[in-house]
């Protein structure tokens, strides 16, 4: 912002800062993507029952692609405004980027539903709190992640739908607590959870 409170031009900094920003969105997302192919693809994801909503396999790409550009962008728009003088709205920025880069590994590779489920409502949380955080600096930024925010309350509701119609799936930690070395295929309990 310039002495009279309008946006300052954009300068070479603001343009490898924007690039950051969106390699680590999207790249980090790439990660995830190549890290969970397997078990998106794979004979445990292929035999849990899915509600008549689920969406097809080739319509998440798209959707996380745009989601997290729209993300790199809000995060841009406010490094720009504050930087990292003031630290909790990029970091409560990159607290739900983990967490959303966290909840692949939970639910795709070691199949834990009801975990991820978990995780996913710990997102949930912390992107309403990076919205009202980005909001006080800057309300565009904020409305960027409110699509994220719907396709992460979706994804909820999707992942706790999957773990009510899939109640004996045995997870990788389950598998091991239980002595259950086959966790790639839904193995029923011998006991009720």
């Not at 720009?80 to 990159?94: D, I, M, N």
């Not at 639910?107 to 710990?122: G, M, N, P, R, S």
């Not at 992460?152 to 109640?167: D, E, H, K, M």
């Amino acid at each position: 912002m310039d002495p009279k409170g309008r946006p300052r031009a954009l300068r070479a900094s603001d343009i490898w800062a924007f690039l950051v920003f969106l390699t680590i969105t999207e790249g980090g997302g790439a990660v995830m993507g190549i890290l969970s192919a397997g078990g998106f693809s794979g004979e445990w994801f292929k035999n849990l029952v899915k509600p008549s909503w689920n969406p097809p396999a080739w319509l998440f790409g798209p959707v996380w692609t745009t989601l997290y550009f729209l993300m790199a962008v809000a995060a841009f728009r406010v490094w720009r405004k504050v930087g990292f003088t003031k630290a909790l709205p990029l970091g409560s920025f990159f607290v739900q980027l983990a967490l959303n880069f966290a909840w692949v590994p939970i639910f795709a590779v070691c199949h834990e539903l009801l975990f991820a489920f978990v995780e996913i409502a710990l997102l949930d949380v912390a992107i309403i709190v990076c919205i009202v955080m980005f909001s006080q600096v800057d309300r565009l930024a904020a409305a960027l992640m409110i699509p994220y925010l719907l396709w992460s309350l979706f994804a909820s509701l999707l992942n706790f739908t999957l773990w009510r119609l899939n109640p004996t799936t045995v997870g990788l930690y389950c598998a091991s607590q239980f002595g259950y070395p086959g966790y790639q295929t839904a193995v029923p309990l011998p006991i009720e959870l």
